[in-house]
């Protein structure tokens, strides 16, 4: 039975694409790609590649079994389908970081970018703050840069970007990983193939660590 | 915003879908009408509170104010508009309804989904007995092989078996509440890092295959062997047993599967609990199951009741759709009448063309590629 697995195409698919073969998936036509974005040729896996929050929508729509994406589009787009297993790969972390004038504690309606508004209205509930918030679609550290906003909620890896833009980090938020989701009716059609992929995933992460 | 642009999440149908559509619609009246249901209508528009036992995640539902202030919804459920209708009218009990309609769930914007969903069903209300589920899935399982659904999956569950198994767990209730909802979710991750600490208990063996317990079955039975013996779940084990020997003995073609391990569609269900699909679905194509306590969001009272509703959206999507048959126009002049209306009833896919001349009727025959049947000539 064939497991059609839609793929983070980018960061996601490099850093999870070990995984995957430690676990006994040919990747090879993905590492040899070009510019292919469907894989149809292993009769056990079909993979497609394609942006996060569009992984979500093949999934939810029935048109793909199982998505590798990130946390981060998860909890951005409420995911409804089983979210299994943390692969553990593509680790990053919100922050909330702004120029290094910023004053957290400054008694006014903040302005925040960002390209998670969700992410970003729960973390300021939680802190009992009200904000205002502008959706970014990419390149968020401008914001405070250029007077936008008083500060951003983005993903961070390594933290370079924000050094080289003259950012600092005001706080930590949620960590990030790629994660295995699973269209909840494609789980009871497919459960054998499923069961053991995922048997076969957990086997590759013990011996990893 | 276009007086000719549909509002997202809506779609118009016609032609064949439309045909096919009410088909489907036919044949699960019809069966529920020959067993003796009857029809209820309830209104697309109820106050919000109707509908307060559902879960908000899970249908957010198109809101309204009316000139009171008060908020009214277009109905994201058929169910419950039905108990309130019981608590309302005193009714007696015990009854059988049936229905079909549209209820409406607003979806994320542009992801390919749709907002007005179409449902048929049933609710049987006042019989305790396992005799209800069993003409719930007896006829679910008759309209199913009419519709021609070949090779239908019934899922069976129950509503208090986790509860039951969570019960006789040694853990505290925040654990369980972490426990049960890791294992609802499928997060496999976590919930295998909540059962650490329980490692060397009687219950390990069991719980660490729990969020699989779905599938086959008998695989799932045995499954049930690592698990300590607990009194409660024991009615629930044979109610289950039961079930599946009496549609496997009257559908040899329903493969009938079990899930120990799913969260129920709804809070306010009490008992057993069913969902089918065929193996290319992208939707269930029935859900249902027993409720018991869903009249006492309404009354003081409980009263049992077990139901189901066909997705007839989904039935349809998966339905083999025919090609449009050639149409016959029958032209006949105004003196003619009865005369053409005879032959259209006795001529297949035929209509009468109301053209005022045989030209005229010629030109709409070329445009809709349909035979014409010339009376006037006659």
Redesign the interface.
Known sequence: MTLKIALTKGRTEKQVLPLLQAAGINCDPIVNKGRQLIFNDDPDYHFILAKGPDVL?YL????MDIGIVGSDILVE??NPQ?????LNTGRCRFVLASTPDFDPSQTKRKIIATKYPLITQTYFEQIGEDVEIIKIEGSVELAPLVGLADAIVDIVETGTTLRENNLKVYAELQAVSTHLV?NR?A???K??AI?QL?AQL?KAQKSEV | MSNKTLPTGTRDEFGTIAMVKDQVIQTIQQNFKHRGFKKIITPLLEYRDVFQSLAPQAYQPYQFIDEHGDTLVLRPDMTLPVARMMSATGIDTPIKWYYSGDVFRVKKRMSGSYNQITQAGMEIIGYRSLKAEWECLVAASEISQKLGIADMTLELSHAKFVPNVLAALPISAPMADNLVQALYDKDLTQYQALLEPLVNDPFYPFLKDWPWLFGDFDAVLDQLTQLPKIATLESIIADLRATKAFISQRFPNVTVTLDLCVQPPQTYYTGMVFHAYSQDATSYLFSGGRYDKLLTNFQQTAQPAVGLAFDIDAIVAQRHLPKAPQETLIYFEADQWAHAEALQARTPNSNLCLADSFKQAQQIAQQQNAQLINLAER
């Open positions: 929508t939810n729509r029935g048109a787009q409420q089983y979210d299994m297993l943390d699973v009716l789980l009871k059609q459960r054998a069961y995922i957990q």
